[in-house]
């Protein structure tokens, strides 16, 4: 099995999520009252970052966003992060940052942070996107309230009482190779040049491989001898699970017969060296599948090309 050379961004243990405390009905207060409680701010998909050498979150106190909260209980106890409670708050309005940082989207401060604060953002982020979606009950209609230090949503109607968890969305992401090239694939909205790996959620009643084999046949037409797992990556955006693996070909005449691709090419190592294809950036999954493959190839890291063959170097 070939692990990627760093943990992928957004993974990691990053917040001590106190899940067995979250039991207590008393946790969330508990946790507010600690000296050093802390909260994520999100706006929209946006949060406040703080751009200088290096980037970082920018937190707020719990006083400055109880204002906007219909209550404490509209809160989401994160866990314990660098030894103090951290919350998110989703305060749905236009920040007034005073000056403090700037505000940005997961997508575009991710690569300027540490792991552990991207992962610790990625959390907070796909919480908010949780519960926003889950404030009415699925079975009955009725509102939803939080318990649980707001990882578990009820249904406020007694008479149905159904309970909402929080929940990802798995999907596979697969380097297809047959040795020597590398299948990538592109969508017809992205820049020319543009090409990544092939990626398709998983349908009910589906495993993972019986997934990996049916969106590289749907996508490319291309039959497979067999995969490996490489890695996983979360990826809240905005709440899918992002599931790596290798393959091999059993078969390399490509077929593009599906609405999600204009086109699909094999690509050889000269090719990348060459920089005839422009390749996701080094903080997806995406990117570890294609340089473990590429760096077995006795021509150098791809990590050394990522400056002029990725979409961030270019």
């Not at 992205?190 to 990544?196: I, V």
């Amino acid at each position: 099995m070939h692990r990627p050379p760093k943990i992928n961004l957004f993974a990691g243990a990053h917040v001590d999520r106190l899940a067995i405390d979250r039991r207590d009905p008393g946790v969330l207060t508990k946790a507010l009252g600690e000296a050093g409680a802390r909260v994520v701010p999100i706006w929209g998909s946006e949060t406040l970052i703080h751009e200088g050498d290096p980037a970082h979150a920018l937190l707020l106190a719990p006083e400055e966003c109880l204002d906007h909260l219909d209550g404490p209980e509209q809160l989401i106890l994160l866990g314990r992060y660098r030894g103090a409670p951290l919350f998110v708050a989703d305060l749905g309005h236009a920040p007034a940052t005073q000056g403090r940082g700037q505000v940005l989207d997961l997508r575009m401060a991710g690569n300027l942070l540490d792991f552990n604060e991207a992962g610790m953002l990625a959390y907070a982020r796909a919480m908010v996107f949780w519960k926003r979606r889950h404030r009415h009950c699925g079975s009955c209609g009725a509102a939803a309230v939080p318990e649980r230090a707001g990882h578990v949503m009820r249904c406020s109607d007694g008479a149905c009482g159904a309970t909402w968890f929080p929940r990802v969305d798995p999907a596979i992401i697969v380097l297809v190779t047959d040795g020597e090239r590398a299948l990538l694939g592109r969508q017809a909205a992205w820049p020319a040049g543009r090409y990544s790996t092939l990626a398709g959620f998983v349908e009910p009643g589906e495993s993972l491989e019986d997934t990996v084999h049916r969106e590289v046949f749907e996508e490319t037409g291309v039959r497979l001898a067999g995969i490996e797992y490489h890695s996983s990556q979360p990826w809240p955006f905005p709440s899918s699970l992002m599931l790596g693996f290798t393959a091999m070909a059993a078969s390399t005449d490509i077929r593009v017969d599906d609405d999600e691709l204009e086109d699909a090419r094999w690509f050889s190592r000269d090719d990348i060296t060459a920089g005839r294809v422009v390749l996701p950036p080094p903080t997806s999954v995406s990117f570890q599948l294609i340089s473990s493959w590429f760096d077995r190839g006795g021509v150098g890291t791809l990590a050394e090309l990522a400056g002029r063959c990725t979409w961030q170097g270019r």
